[in-house]
């Protein structure tokens, strides 16, 4: 009977200092937002009066300081192999990747505050990790003169991270400390559910909450069909039950919406994409920058208990779905890897709106849009919601890297992709491609020159390839992501993000002057080569009075022409 009442004492001691252990966002009226040590400090304050709550000590990022990842369960299992083993779901949440939009940061905050306090009562069979601050760069960067249009809090972080990097743009390239501790993260977790939190900018209108959810037609699949006629749906019904009228994220910029948009296309680049690329249900919440930020907080705090409720319930459907996703993509033949929006398709949702106008700008005094509130209305419109495969390429038996191009290889380890470095030295017969044509920015973005539009030829060549260099078998879970880093037409492959740049530039070359005897006498000697350099003149006059041109023809056509130039340097082992 003593040891009863000394554990309920202890009970009731944690939760009345979980009660007693408010916020920051609570302590000012739903003001403001705490700074980052603040919210460390906070907490490790959670962690200390709880069983429930374990704050990890992750990776290093750009700012100095490490991510911090906090798990909150029932039975306090912080072990992930073990949550697996006991058929736990996870859902990891992800705030502050622009901490100018901190609403998740302090949404999480209240919600495991009140799991501990005994307000919330989190499932049993269900772990949340929680990344309190993940731009803590930026974070620590704080202003109230960031994000003129938003209302609220009174001050707030930086979008840029420590290096200036939009952080939701560095997932696939990872030039940050921040991607790569979060890709350990990831990998570590292996989420059924990502929750990544934001605040929109864009139209006005009445909805407090919009979600972005993984685009259902690259998911594909069994998955693809839950997410958007289960998983989706689901969320708008419990929303509904909160007080919430939830709609797809307003994707429309410089139009009014009510003619609907097409659904926003999350590329790897970005959180919900690179997530879809292992097979997890990832959302994008995104609150409405207008409304004051007590709604916005309350509403996030809201659909992250949705996530929870609908993944409690349909536990095991989800982790069905996922297992047998990861089966089938050990076995899949073929992948896309570029998508095109067909506008054939739409589902329907209830918008409300305010009726926009257009007035004399106090500015130019030319007409500027404007939203009128007193005019609110309520309209079906039309979301356009498929993607079709644009590209879709077989995979290979397996892609074979020289080692020189390192910077792939560590980002490959860090995704946890298996692979094997040749034990000796090695001629394999190879599909090789080449580089015909691509095109890239003008201007820098996010410290690259995105290549796309990239036009490939390919050859079987014998290739000697040497002891250490990586063979990356295709039969594993992570073959979507390889398809989709590896193939150089992907929209965020390696290739579009510059790590084989040095391929494209031509290391030798020749004195004009010097080469023309050699040139000529090696075309008396190859009749073919002189055939076809007579048919280019006369198809192309530009080329018939550029001898320069003419020249590097004949060079480019010889033994002498670095077969390195364009030729991109991932090789498909067919068999």
């Given at each position: 009977?003593?040891?009863?009442?000394?554990?309920?004492?202890?009970?009731?001691?944690?939760?009345?200092?979980?009660?007693?252990?408010?916020?920051?966002?609570?302590?000012?009226?739903?003001?403001?937002?705490?700074?980052?040590?603040?919210?460390?400090?906070?907490?490790?304050?959670?962690?200390?009066?709880?069983?429930?709550?374990?704050?990890?000590?992750?990776?290093?990022?750009?700012?100095?300081?490490?991510?911090?990842?906090?798990?909150?369960?029932?039975?306090?299992?912080?072990?992930?192999?073990?949550?697996r083993?006991?058929?736990?779901?996870?859902?990891?949440?992800?705030?502050?990747?622009?901490?100018?939009?901190?609403?998740?940061?302090?949404?999480?905050?209240?919600?495991?505050?009140?799991?501990?306090?005994?307000?919330?009562?989190?499932?049993?069979?269900?772990v949340?990790?929680?990344?309190?601050?993940?731009?803590?760069?930026?974070?620590?960067?704080?202003?109230?003169?960031?994000?003129?249009?938003?209302?609220?809090?009174?001050e707030?972080?930086?979008?840029?991270?420590?290096?200036?990097?939009?952080?939701?743009?560095?997932?696939?390239?990872?030039?940050?400390?921040d991607?790569?501790?979060?890709?350990?993260?990831?990998?570590?977790?292996?989420?059924?559910?990502?929750?990544?939190?934001h605040?929109?900018?864009?139209?006005?209108?009445?909805?407090?909450?919009?979600?972005?959810?993984?685009?259902?037609s690259?998911?594909?699949?069994?998955?693809?069909?839950?997410?958007?006629?289960?998983?989706?749906?689901?969320?708008?019904?419990?929303?509904?039950?909160?007080?919430?009228?939830?709609?797809?994220?307003?994707?429309?910029?410089?139009?009014?919406?009510?003619?609907g948009?097409?659904?926003?296309?999350?590329?790897?680049?970005?959180?919900?994409?690179?997530?879809?690329?292992?097979?997890?249900?990832?959302?994008?919440?995104?609150?409405?920058?207008?409304?004051?930020?007590?709604?916005?907080?309350?509403?996030?705090?809201?659909l992250?208990?949705?996530?929870?409720?609908?993944?409690?319930?349909?536990?095991?459907?989800?982790?069905?779905?996922?297992?047998?996703t990861?089966?089938?993509?050990?076995?899949?033949?073929?992948?896309?890897?570029?998508?095109?929006?067909?506008?054939?398709?739409?589902?329907?949702?209830?918008?409300?709106?305010?009726?926009?106008?257009?007035?004399?700008?106090?500015?130019?005094?030319?007409?500027?849009?404007?939203?009128?509130?007193?005019?609110?209305?309520?309209?079906?419109?039309?979301?356009?919601?498929?993607?079709?495969?644009?590209?879709?390429?077989?995979?290979?038996?397996?892609?074979?890297?020289?080692q020189?191009?390192?910077?792939?290889?560590?980002?490959?380890?860090?995704?946890?992709?298996?692979?094997?470095?040749?034990k000796?030295?090695?001629?394999?017969?190879?599909?090789?491609?080449?580089?015909?044509?691509?095109?890239?920015?003008?201007?820098?973005?996010?410290m690259?020159?995105?290549?796309?539009?990239?036009?490939?030829?390919?050859?079987?060549?014998?290739?000697?390839?040497?002891?250490?260099?990586?063979?990356?078998?295709?039969?594993q879970?992570?073959?979507?992501?390889?398809?989709?880093?590896?193939?150089?037409?992907?929209?965020?492959?390696y290739?579009?993000?510059?790590?084989?740049?040095?391929?494209?530039?031509?290391?030798?070359?020749?004195?004009?002057?010097?080469?023309?005897?050699?040139?000529?006498?090696?075309?008396?000697?190859?009749?073919?080569?002189?055939?076809?350099?007579?048919?280019?003149?006369?198809s192309?006059?530009?080329?018939?009075?550029?001898?320069?041109?003419?020249?590097?023809?004949?060079?480019?056509?010889?033994?002498?022409?670095e077969?390195?130039?364009?030729?991109?340097?991932?090789?498909?082992?067919?068999?």
């Amino acid at each position: 009977m003593r040891h009863f009442f000394l554990i309920f004492f202890l009970l009731v001691s944690f939760i009345a200092g979980a009660q007693k252990l408010t916020t920051r966002f609570e302590q000012s009226n739903s003001t403001q937002t705490p700074d980052y040590f603040e919210i460390i400090d906070w907490w490790k304050k959670l962690d200390l009066q709880s069983g429930k709550i374990k704050m990890l000590t992750m990776g290093i990022t750009d700012a100095g300081y490490p991510l911090h990842l906090v798990v909150v369960s029932n039975n306090g299992d912080y072990n992930f192999s073990n949550i697996r083993k006991n058929n736990k779901r996870i859902i990891l949440i992800n705030n502050g990747i622009h901490p100018g939009e901190p609403d998740g940061i302090d949404a999480s905050m209240l919600l495991a505050r009140d799991i501990v306090a005994g307000k919330y009562k989190i499932p049993d069979n269900i772990v949340l990790a929680i990344i309190p601050v993940y731009n803590i760069g930026g974070c620590l960067n704080r202003s109230a003169n960031y994000r003129v249009d938003q209302n609220g809090p009174e001050e707030f972080g930086f979008r840029g991270n420590s290096q200036n990097l939009d952080l939701n743009r560095d997932f696939i390239k990872c030039d940050s400390r921040d991607a790569r501790a979060f890709t350990e993260i990831f990998h570590l977790t292996d989420p059924d559910v990502f929750v990544d939190n934001h605040v929109s900018n864009g139209a006005d209108y009445q909805h407090v909450m919009t979600l972005l959810t993984t685009q259902n037609s690259k998911l594909g699949g069994t998955m693809g069909e839950y997410i958007s006629k289960e998983f989706e749906p689901a969320l708008y019904s419990l929303m509904k039950t909160k007080g919430f009228d939830l709609i797809p994220y307003v994707n429309s910029f410089g139009d009014t919406p009510e003619n609907g948009w097409p659904e926003y296309w999350d590329s790897p680049r970005y959180a919900s994409g690179y997530a879809a690329l292992w097979h997890t249900f990832s959302f994008v919440p995104e609150s409405h920058m207008l409304k004051p930020y007590d709604q916005r907080v309350k509403a996030t705090y809201a659909l992250m208990q949705s996530f929870i409720e609908f993944t409690k319930k349909n536990s095991e459907q989800i982790k069905s779905i996922r297992n047998q996703t990861k089966k089938d993509i050990e076995t899949a033949n073929e992948f896309p890897v570029s998508w095109s929006l067909d506008r054939s398709l739409f589902k329907e949702v209830m918008y409300k709106g305010y009726e926009a106008g257009r007035k004399p700008s106090e500015i130019s005094g030319l007409p500027r849009l404007f939203y009128d509130r007193n005019k609110p209305f309520e309209k079906k419109v039309k979301i356009y919601n498929h993607f079709a495969p644009k590209t879709i390429i077989k995979k290979p038996k397996a892609y074979v890297i020289p080692q020189g191009w390192w910077k792939v290889i560590e980002l490959l380890k860090l995704n946890k992709v298996q692979m094997s470095q040749l034990k000796k030295d090695t001629i394999i017969e190879a599909e090789v491609y080449r580089i015909e044509d691509y095109k890239t920015t003008p201007r820098q973005y996010e410290m690259h020159h995105l290549n796309s539009d990239v036009k490939i030829t390919t050859s079987m060549q014998t290739i000697r390839f040497l002891k250490g260099d990586w063979y990356i078998p295709m039969n594993q879970a992570a073959n979507r992501f390889l398809m989709e880093t590896l193939e150089p037409q992907a929209e965020d492959s390696y290739f579009a993000w510059n790590y084989f740049d040095a391929i494209l530039g031509q290391k030798e070359g020749y004195s004009a002057y010097v080469f023309e005897d050699i040139a000529a006498d090696y075309l008396k000697n190859n009749t073919e080569l002189k055939v076809k350099l007579e048919q280019r003149k006369q198809s192309d006059t530009a080329f018939a009075g550029n001898a320069r041109a003419q020249l590097n023809f004949v060079y480019q056509n010889s033994s002498w022409y670095e077969p390195a130039h364009m030729r991109y340097p991932v090789y498909r082992i067919l068999k």
